[in-house]
T-cell receptor, first 110, second 113 residues
Framework: ELKVEQNPLFLSMQEGKNYTIYCNYSTTSDRLYWYRQDPGKSLESLFVLLSNGAVKQEGRLMASLDTKARLSTLHITAAVHDLSATYFCAANTNAGKSTFGDGTTLTVKP | EAQVTQNPRYLITVTGKKLTVTCSQNMNHEYMSWYRQDPGLGLRQIYYSMNVEVTDKGDVPEGYKVSRKEKRNFPLILESPSPNQTSLYFC????????????FGPGTRLTVT
């Protein structure tokens, strides 16, 4: 059974600081997603990572995947208030099964 | 506009009264999936479909049914809803090829009394 562990669950940051969210998964996964959810809203796709060593960047967010360590990271650079949200990782098999982490609630303070 | 639509957005119903939540996408996506989101339990997959007439159970399929008769629609059916199915439900779709992202619907908040 595929399990996904995300940490930290809560993160309070100051603007301008850097931080990393970690996503560990228990068995082989074929693709790893990162999503953002704002309060009361739906989920928005941020990144899809398919292969070992994959790195994707969008603005202040960068995601990477290490399939050997079964670890994905979401790195936040020079945080700004607009990045405050809940971030989820999800590990998927090619057969379509999807398992989410519990989410990391990020608060960026001035 | 490319989108996933769900109806209804909000529903309050009583135990045992059959209901259907519709999900439709206009992107010709092969893959569709249903999730429920509960405080403290995160998002859990209910059912998914890789193509028309192909559906599979996710982690929490009990009490739910789905069908995929057309590519664009993937309704979620609760034959006899119970209070423990009170939740926020999301439908999602994807091309499921390469690095295609998954698109989520706006959500359906269901309360079963």
């Amino acid at each position: 059974e595929l399990k996904v562990e995300q940490n930290p669950l809560f993160l309070s940051m100051q603007e301008g600081k850097n931080y990393t969210i970690y996503c560990n998964y228990s068995t082989t996964s074929d693709r790893l997603y990162w999503y953002r959810q704002d309060p009361g809203k739906s989920l928005e796709s941020l990144f899809v990572l398919l292969s070992n060593g994959a790195v994707k960047q969008e603005g202040r967010l960068m995601a990477s995947l290490d399939t050997k360590a079964r670890l994905s990271t979401l790195h936040i650079t020079a945080a700004v208030h607009d990045l405050s949200a809940t971030y989820f990782c999800a590990a998927n098999t090619n057969a379509g099964k999807s398992t989410f982490g519990d989410g990391t609630t990020l608060t960026v303070k001035p | 506009e490319a989108q996933v639509t769900q109806n209804p957005r909000y529903l309050i119903t009583v135990t045992g009264k059959k209901l259907t939540v519709t999900c439709s996408q206009n992107m010709n996506h092969e893959y569709m999936s249903w999730y429920r989101q509960d405080p403290g339990l995160g998002l859990r997959q209910i059912y998914y479909s890789m193509n028309v007439e192909v559906t599979d159970k996710g982690d929490v399929p009990e009490g739910y049914k789905v069908s995929r008769k057309e590519k664009r629609n993937f309704p979620l059916i609760l034959e006899s809803p119970s209070p423990n199915q009170t939740s926020l439900y999301f439908c999602a779709s994807s091309l499921w090829t390469g690095s295609d992202e998954q698109y989520f619907g706006p959500g359906t908040r269901l309360t079963v009394t």
